[in-house]
């Protein structure tokens, strides 16, 4: 899983509701403990988040994991820049890169339509 302010919160810029999102989605997927990992897409560099489409990739080289959820179409263009902006779906040789709303916008959502708004990946059986 990717989001753009993944930097921040892993840069010490955390923000409680983004980690209650988080927490929230991982409880309704239900995937077994231990197949969810977080990559960043951007470094927080001087305080200012820095999108690297290399440092991702090179995450992604440490596990080649077969799905990468990615929130935003920020964090897309980041990690797949020639990518339709309108698809959802985005199928690599190695990887399937599945597009959600973006973390601040399910943040602004109940609980159960941030889980809605994470529906369509919820069947990957890891």
């Known amino acids: 899983m990717t989001y753009m302010e993944l ?3 892993l840069g010490g810029q955390s ?6 999102v988080l927490k929230n989605l991982q409880a309704h997927l239900k995937w077994p403990p231990g197949t969810i990992n977080f990559w960043p897409v ?3 560099v001087n305080g ?3 999108p690297d ?4 990739w090179r995450g992604w080289e440490l596990w080649h994991a077969p799905h990468v959820i990615c929130f935003g179409d920020e964090a897309l263009r980041v990690i ?3 990518a339709d902006p309108g698809t959802t779906t985005h199928l690599l040789e190695n990887v399937i890169v599945h597009k959600l709303p973006p973390i601040g ?3 602004g959502l109940l609980p159960h339509e941030q889980q809605m708004a994470v529906d369509s990946v919820a069947n990957i059986r890891l």
């Open 7 to 9: 930097g921040l919160d």
């Open 15 to 20: 923000d409680p509701r983004r980690r209650a």
């Open 42 to 44: 951007a470094a927080l």
């Open 48 to 50: 200012t988040l820095q």
């Open 53 to 56: 489409t290399a440092l991702f």
């Open 80 to 82: 797949l820049p020639d």
């Open 105 to 107: 916008q399910l943040v």
